[in-house]
């Protein structure tokens, strides 16, 4: 094998590598996820919160949790897959971007999850 498709494979198995180590977030990210969306789905207002750091808690009013409850409930009680994309800074927060794709077939939603100091500060469905 030549010196070149040495170097070849060598940077591709690099580059799979990187892209691998990206593929889900940290476990309690992933933990942080799970039970917000669990949360969400079950209308479960306490344990949403319990998540939260201080400046979402004071955002986040139980009106406003289970309107978005009551929209999200029906399709995820169907069946949903979710897809880490990957994350991102904003703002000093790491930003991790999921797809939930329903059973139902409907349109794909965009969860984000900001997370700092292990707290979540943010999530929204889009």
Known sequence: MN????SMIIAAAAV???????AEPDQ?????FKN???????NNYDSFIAECDAAMKAAVTKPMFE?????IEPRAR?????QYLGEMNQHGYKVHLWRLR????????????SVKDGKAGGFSLH
């Not at 799979?16 to 990206?22: H, S």
């Not at 309690?28 to 942080?32: R, S, V």
Request: cysteine-free.
């Open 3 to 6: 010196k070149l498709i040495k």
């Open 16 to 22: 799979l590598t990187t892209v691998a180590a990206y």
């Open 28 to 32: 309690t990210t992933q933990a942080t």
């Open 36 to 42: 917000l969306m669990a949360a969400t789905v079950s």
């Open 67 to 71: 309107s978005v409850s009551k929209q």
């Open 78 to 82: 169907q069946g949903y897959d979710s």
């Open 102 to 113: 329903f059973k139902d077939g409907k349109d794909d939603v965009l969860a984000t999850l």
